[in-house]
């Protein structure tokens, strides 16, 4: 009898939690993309990829704001040459990827790279002081 107790409790508890559970399975990370503005490399503006999807043109003093469901992302960017950010996206996590242009030879060369939280929340503040950044989440 205390056996059969202690399961139905057992069982109820966990009913109870999984929804919970599985609810932070399936919350999607956010990812802040930003470009601080610059005269270096102002005229030239690109297109932000995560795989084939769109997630938006990131220009001078912008910030992209997009939301990734959880597992590996490969975020890319291409004026004549190409740029990558590997991001393994964990469930309700904060990113942030520095957006900017090296000046090559002929061309401008996209980069996009991962930064610390502390860094991209000082730089996003610098762009646009009205955004608001959950940094529980970092």
Known sequence: MMNCKSLLLFCLIAMLTLPEA?????????????????????????????????VGKI?????????????????????????AAI?????????FVQCGVS?????GAPYLRQVTPQTGIAA????????TINEALV
């Open 87 to 95: 991001i393994d996206v964990k469930p309700g996590k904060l990113y």
């Open 103 to 107: 000046m090559g030879a002929l061309v």
């Open 59 to 83: 220009t001078p003093g912008q910030v992209l704001i997009y939301s990734a469901k959880p597992g590996l992302h490969t975020f890319t960017a291409r004026t004549e040459s190409k740029a």
């Open 124 to 131: 996003i503040r610098k762009i646009n002081p009205a955004l």
């Open 22 to 54: 599985l609810a932070q399975n399936e919350a999607p990370g956010i990812i802040y993309f930003y470009r601080s503005a610059s005269i270096k490399g102002a005229a030239i503006n690109y297109d932000v990829y995560d795989s084939s999807k769109l």
